[in-house]
């Protein structure tokens, strides 16, 4: 059993904005290989080139698919990762004390030196967001790349998760979700961001920007013809077009 | 602050040293940081790639390929040493030999043809980015065999675009993505300007702008646009042409804009029975005609004052009747079968949708009209005091190209770009440098085949008649893959698709050697899969195979390596030289030249293969390099025989196209100082790494837009080695050379085709953009196979390439048949279920997903997903093998036989484009049984012992 700080200092986390996302796993991808060859143990991928190749990742996308009475159906594409909870079950339900939430910035992390791969803290999350590794047996999980936001040994702009560095369609943000003034909770007010299952009691620190509303093929516009074509036909509405370029 | 209260430490070593260089996951081209750390060896390894954030193209950003390319890289699927087959074809079984023994046989086998008969040699390059050496070389070495692979990618977009206005979309175009207005995307694949696309949209959708997507399948880009068109494959011209349709309806034509830069005032000679009736009337001298309309005379088109008419009745100086090429347009777009009620079945599109989308387009590029205070003067001389805008922007790609109505719809789809003025302005379309480069621009084809000698100028071109068809004197095709023939008169980038069959059949002829580069022929790049492999692996009465040699290069175990009798191991792309050139498909940006290097940033002797054995593996460009100088082709070697380049780097760096004029235009001269026009500089590929893997010059804004008409443009152009002299670009809304065609099948004009072509060619060649049914549709019976079926690629795979990347197999390991409810409920089909899919050539077990967001007619499933068992050293039982699939066994290179018996290719008439997506099916649940994907084929033999089960890849650094 871990204890959560009773409060973090910054609340950093992600912003995911859904209706940019076009599900393209660069975010995906690109987190493996950053945190492979980063924190703890490698993201081991079980029998790679085989019939059953299984992988640790930090980050996944899903798919679905929303079938509304009046439109045509359409895809939402729906990247998931920790989402640093402020009250994290996995944190508690952790008999060695491996997972914990950092009181600086929020972060939830496994120390993996004490995790003994029980995967309590995985059956906690309801999100699915934890991955026991294939290959090492440890707990895995987002770090929110810890290694690279503070990493001096990173240029200045690249300090950001990897995952919010490579996205192309910039559907990913990250910042300080407690500071009401910072870019992220300046969007997350503006564009509706909402909590994944608030219902859980989690509080997660990442928020998703919704969809924004789409056409619908028969939405119609107001008729407002060309009178002219109408009344001259084109040939006569031609010589009009034609005597006004002089 | 650098380690929290349990000692962790957030401010780690990250990489020994920062390589930059360029992406190769897919054909996008993006910068990348290729961190390099030290192993427990002191080997040179890859920490992590990842964006380059000066690089024009990605600008930071980086896609899921381009981030699995540490597994790319590390793929236990790499060569390691030249092969020579030792068993029959198709089985995998080789001999590892030494690069001497694989350079001298390869040497004889090449030379013995050139010495007797060049075009005995077939030599097409796939994925391959350095055309413009390879077509060089074809040509030195005298074979008008050559082609890369745009004939089955995307032809009818570069032809359509470049026939129309001298440019095209991806490499050539972008949208002007920071001032558009709105954008509208037609069928677009994920590796043509993945990250350029995405990064776009990501701007529209932060500035509010509205993107519509005209797909069939609604995912990826589809999925996030703020309006869907889920469109019936191949009626995407229909489609355009109903909007165009609405817009003359509505007057919303940018008269002005057609007057300046189009040839709409053109007259058309309208005398029926003239051998010369519908061409363009003109001057003994060249120079066009055009009706004044304030004189009523006719008078050429460049005459100054004149203010052209765009319809009425003009007499020409000869005496005939002739109208305006504007007046042809309103005549034949007005027709009421455009009118949107009338195309909403075909296409899929209710009509309100349509009628709405043209307003939303009119409202755009008209009331929306923006300007830049920038003076600049056109070509005429004329000084303009602003440019002006019509911000909308149209971007497409494959999935409109790849029917066999495909060049006309994408020269429709130019054309609504076209009458709404957004080609080059401020928020339209932009092109890229060194596009514009109208036909004129552009070499014409040469075909010939002497012994021991050259052709006399580029393999591929652009025909600008029926006189550039290259023909033998009985008129069949001088081509083995019959482009530029009366089967594809504008097949300008050749025919790849058709090599192997044609060669098969000796239908123009045979051939005595196939040499070909990262073309997976043998799998997912031919139509008709197994019927290519019998083709690959048949043999003559006599024993021997019909296509007797097959010399094959590719970095990885390749279904098409198992065909190969030599195998030419290649590097990976962390690992060469390569250019990225203005020669060839550059990465410039539509305000500023660019182009980019490949160079090793590790050394390929040092990175073991997956069994832990050294390679010995060379850049294929360098092979062919050598192979130049061995065979002592003309610009390979010196005047005393010697070869003239030691690698590719050396040609890179000291090969000249033209005097002053190389492959890489930043850091020319020998002070490096120079742009475009320059001496070599031997430090050029040293200066480009250290710049970032690229160089990028930027364009005076006065040059920046309307580069068609643009005066400064055009001075700049000449200034920096793009073009050597000012090219008229009049845009192509008639396209002359079609109506030669037409007017040979007529027999009004020499030569004639042959006896089975002119109905085709009457019906197909309109010289104004237009839409007929796609061709696999019109012969088979509708009834019978009711739907359609496509593939597309994912964002996170590219070609087979990713299939034996550890992390990308994960993400796409096997391919379901998406099909729509209306089709489950038609065939009674459960999600889950096991079908046959079925064409008039071919029969495919697949698993189905069921799947709502999708055109109703039509299913579809991921492109090369589905392996050969064996290859790319997976285990035999892989998911790619045993639940993926091809849709290729479905696709036949020939169309169903006429009632003649004569069978068509199934491409686009006119530039021979593969007509994937005309695929017609059907589809029935599958007997219950084992739950494996048809057809199977023997495993593939990979000559390597697998020992690579686990990856754990970075374990020397996290512990």
């Known amino acids: ?246 | 602050m650098n380690a929290d209260v349990r000692g962790l430490d957030t401010s780690p070593h990250v990489s020994d040293e920062v390589r930059k260089t360029t992406c190769y996951m897919c054909a996008c081209r993006c910068g990348i940081n290729v961190h390099i750390r030290k192993d427990e060896n002191g080997v040179d390894k890859v920490r992590y790639i990842e964006g380059n954030r000066d690089h024009p193209i990605n600008k930071g950003v980086l896609c899921a390929k381009g981030s699995a390319g540490i597994m790319q890289h590390y793929s236990p699927a790499r060569l390691r040493k030249p092969m020579l087959r030792v068993g029959e074809r198709g089985k995998g079984e080789f001999k590892e030999i030494e690069w001497d023994e694989a350079m001298e046989l390869a040497t004889k086998w090449l030379g013995d043809v050139r010495a007797k008969d060049p075009k005995k040699l077939a030599y097409f390059t796939g994925r391959d980015q350095s055309q413009c050496l390879n077509g060089f070389w074809a040509q030195q070495y005298g074979t008008q065999n050559f082609a890369s692979h745009g004939g089955f990618c995307s032809v009818n977009m570069a032809a359509g675009g470049i026939y129309t206005f001298g440019g095209a979309f991806w490499e050539f175009g972008a949208p002007d993505w920071d001032k558009t207005e709105l954008f509208m995307l037609f069928g677009v694949a994920e590796d043509h300007d993945s990250n350029p696309i995405k990064l776009g949209l990501a701007k529209l959708k932060e500035r509010g702008v509205k993107v519509i997507g005209v797909n069939p399948v609604r995912t990826g880009y589809n999925a996030i646009a703020d309006e869907w068109v889920g469109i019936t494959p191949g009626t995407d011209g229909l489609f355009i042409l109903s909007l165009v349709h609405e817009l003359f309806k509505m007057g919303k034509i940018d008269v002005d804009y057609l007057i300046r830069y189009t040839n709409a005032p053109w007259l058309v000679i309208d005398d029926e029975d003239a051998p010369n009736h519908g061409l363009i009337a003109r001057l003994p001298d060249d120079r066009r005609l055009v009706l004044d309309r304030n004189t009523g005379k006719v008078v050429p088109f460049d005459t100054k004052g004149v203010k052209p008419a765009l319809k009425g009745f003009a007499k020409t100086p000869e005496g005939q009747n002739a109208v305006p090429v504007f007046e042809l347009m309103a005549r034949k777009y007005l027709d009421d079968k455009y009118e949107p009620e009338n195309v909403a079945e075909r296409t899929g599109v209710p009509a309100e949708q349509i009628r709405r989308i043209a307003r939303e387009l009119a409202e755009a590029a008209f009331e929306k009209e923006i300007t830049i205070d920038q003076e600049w003067i056109d070509l005429k001389g004329e000084k303009h005091s602003k440019m002006i805008g019509r911000p909308v922007a149209i971007h497409a790609m494959r999935g409109i190209s790849a029917h066999s109505n495909g060049f006309q719809t994408c020269r429709a789809l130019h054309m609504l770009q076209i009458i709404l003025g957004s080609i080059d302005c401020p928020g339209g379309y932009r092109f890229k440098p060194p596009y514009p480069k109208p036909m004129k621009a552009q070499p014409q084809p040469h075909g010939g085949s002497i012994p021991n000698m050259p052709l006399a100028g580029p393999v591929l071109g652009l025909p600008r008649g029926p006189k550039d068809l290259l023909l033998e004197k009985d008129g069949t095709a001088k081509r083995i893959d019959k482009a530029y023939s009366w089967d594809a008169p504008l097949a300008v980038h050749g025919m790849m698709h058709m090599v192997i069959s044609n060669a098969f059949n000796k239908d123009p002829y045979g051939i005595d050697v196939l040499f070909m580069y990262m073309a997976n022929m043998a799998w997912n790049s031919s139509m008709n899969t197994s019927g290519t492999m019998k083709m690959l692996s048949a043999k003559d009465d006599d024993g021997e195979y019909v296509i007797p040699k097959i010399i094959y290069s590719d970095a990885y175990n390749s279904e098409m390596v198992s065909y190969a009798d030599l195998v030419l191991p290649d590097t990976t792309y962390l690992e060469r030289h390569d250019v990225v050139s203005l020669l060839g498909r550059p990465i410039s940006e539509p305000d500023a030249i660019a182009d980019a290097v490949r160079w090793p940033v590790v050394d390929s002797a040092t990175q073991l293969d997956g069994e832990g054995k050294k390679r010995d593996v060379r850049g294929f460009q360098s092979v062919v390099i050598d192979l130049g100088g061995r065979l002592k082709l003309p610009g390979f070697v010196n005047e005393d025989g010697t070869p003239k380049f030691k690698d590719y780097a050396d040609y890179i760096t000291n090969h000249e196209r033209t005097h002053e004029v190389g492959p890489l235009s930043g850091f020319r001269g020998k002070k490096g100082n120079k742009t475009g026009r320059g001496a070599p500089n031997p430090d050029q590929i040293q200066r480009y790494i250290e710049n970032g893997g690229f160089f990028i010059h930027h364009i005076p804004l006065k040059a920046q837009y309307f580069k068609h008409a643009n005066r400064h443009w055009h001075d700049w152009a000449i200034e920096k080695g793009i073009q050597d002299h000012v090219t008229e670009n009049i845009f192509r809304l008639y396209l002359e050379p079609l109506r030669k065609f037409q007017l040979c099948a007529e027999g009004k004009l020499e030569p004639t085709p042959p006896e089975s072509h002119p109905q085709r060619i009457k019906d197909c060649f309109n010289p104004l953009p237009d839409w007929y049914e796609p061709f696999e549709g019109a012969g088979i019976d509708p009834k019978e196979y009711p739907y359609n079926a496509l593939t597309q690629r994912p964002a996170a795979m590219y070609h087979s390439w990713g299939s034996q990347n550890a992390w990308l197999r994960q993400i796409h390991g096997s391919n379901p048949m998406y099909v729509p409810g209306k089709i489950c409920k038609e065939a009674g089909l459960e999600d889950g279920d096991w079908a046959w899919v079925s064409s008039h050539h071919g029969k495919i077990k697949v698993q189905i997903k069921r799947m709502e967001a999708v055109n109703a007619n039509t299913m579809w499933t991921w492109n090369a997903i589905g392996k050969r068992s064996g290859a790319w050293n997976l285990s035999p039982d892989a998911p790619e093998a045993k639940k993926g699939f091809l849709l290729n066994h479905l696709i036949h290179e020939l169309l169903p036989p006429k009632s003649d018996g004569m069978r068509w290719s199934n491409s686009d008439p006119i530039t021979g484009q593969a007509a994937w997506f005309d695929l017609r099916v059907k589809i029935e649940k599958a007997e219950p049984g084992d739950e494996v994907t048809q057809p199977q084929f023997e495993p593939q033999k990979s000559g390597i012992e697998k020992t690579v089960t686990n990856v754990e890849y970075g374990k020397e650094w996290t512990k």
């Not at chain 1, 059953?52 to 679905?64: D, K, M, Q, Y």
């Not at chain 1, 972060?107 to 999350?125: F, H, P, R, S």
């Not at chain 1, 936001?149 to 702009?157: A, D, F, H, S, V």
């Open chain 1, 1 to 246: 059993m871990t204890t959560l700080p009773s409060s973090t200092d910054k609340k950093l986390g992600l912003v995911i904005d859904l209706d940019t996302c076009v599900g393209c796993h660069a975010c995906v991808v690109n987190c493996k290989e950053w945190n492979t060859g980063g924190y703890g143990e490698p993201l081991g991928d079980k029998d790679a080139y085989g019939a059953e190749p299984v992988g640790a990742w930090l980050n996944r996308i899903h798919t679905f698919e929303v079938q509304p009475d009046n439109a045509p159906a359409s895809i939402v594409h729906f990247p998931k990762s920790c989402l640093h909870c402020e009250d994290a079950p996995c944190v508690t339900v952790c008999p060695t004390g491996a997972s914990y939430k950092r009181s600086e910035d929020g972060i939830v992390l496994v120390d993996e030196d004490k995790c003994m791969g029980c995967g309590l803290c995985a059956w906690a999350c309801p999100y699915g967001a934890r991955e026991m590794d294939p290959v090492a047996n440890v707990m895995k999980k987002c770090t929110l790349c810890v290694d690279r936001i503070y990493n001096e040994n990173l240029p200045e702009e690249d300090r950001i998760p990897a995952c919010v560095r490579t996205c192309p369609a910039k559907a990913r943000h990250f910042g300080d979700l407690g500071d009401p003034g910072s870019d992220v909770s300046k969007l997350v007010a503006e564009r509706g961001g909402f909590d994944l299952m608030p219902e859980m009691g989690t509080r997660p620190v990442n928020q998703y920007l919704p969809p924004r509303k789409k056409t619908r093929p028969d939405t119609v516009v107001a008729q407002h013809e060309n009178q002219k074509v109408k009344a001259q036909g084109f040939l006569g509405w031609l010589d009009n077009a034609l005597e006004q370029l002089g």
